[in-house]
């Protein structure tokens, strides 16, 4: 059985920083490129980040770029998003996605991954 279970998530304050993990079983990990997503209240699903298998690869969307960065610790089967000088709009459920893939490819939709995680709620506020 697949899990991905992230965790790390919480509130903290403008300019603050949090670290997500993301734990995966039931997958060979170090064949799926990983990407992280957020959903905010009312808003769809988007892309934040994402990192191909072995790590070497990586894209994020335009709006954390240079304050988040994503990396991947293959013997631990685990991945991780570094979140720094968060800002209001960070606030959203955080969500780790897997898809079976050893190419360079980071993949940037929703549709383009098969296993999901439960999210991780992150506030930032005032």
């Known amino acids: 059985q697949v899990r991905l279970v992230e965790s790390g998530g919480g509130l903290v304050q403008v300019g603050g920083s949090l670290r997500l993990s993301c734990a995966a079983s039931?997958?060979?990990?170090?064949?799926?490129?990983m990407g992280w997503f957020r959903q905010a209240p009312g808003k769809e699903r988007d892309f934040v980040g994402g990192?191909?298998?072995?790590?070497?690869?990586?894209d994020y969307r335009d709006s954390v770029q240079g304050r988040f960065t994503i990396s991947r610790d293959n013997a631990k089967n685990a991945m991780y998003l570094q979140m720094n000088s968060l800002k209001l709009e960070n606030t959203a459920v955080y969500y780790c996605?897997?898809?079976?893939?050893?190419?360079?490819?980071?993949?940037?939709?929703?549709?383009?991954?098969?296993?999901w995680g439960q999210g991780a709620q992150v506030t930032v506020s005032l």
């Open positions: 039931g997958i060979t990990f170090n064949s799926h490129a």
């Open positions: 990192i191909n298998f072995n790590g070497r690869s990586t």
């Open positions: 996605a897997a898809r079976r893939d050893v190419s360079t490819t980071v993949f940037t939709t929703t549709r383009q991954y098969e296993y």
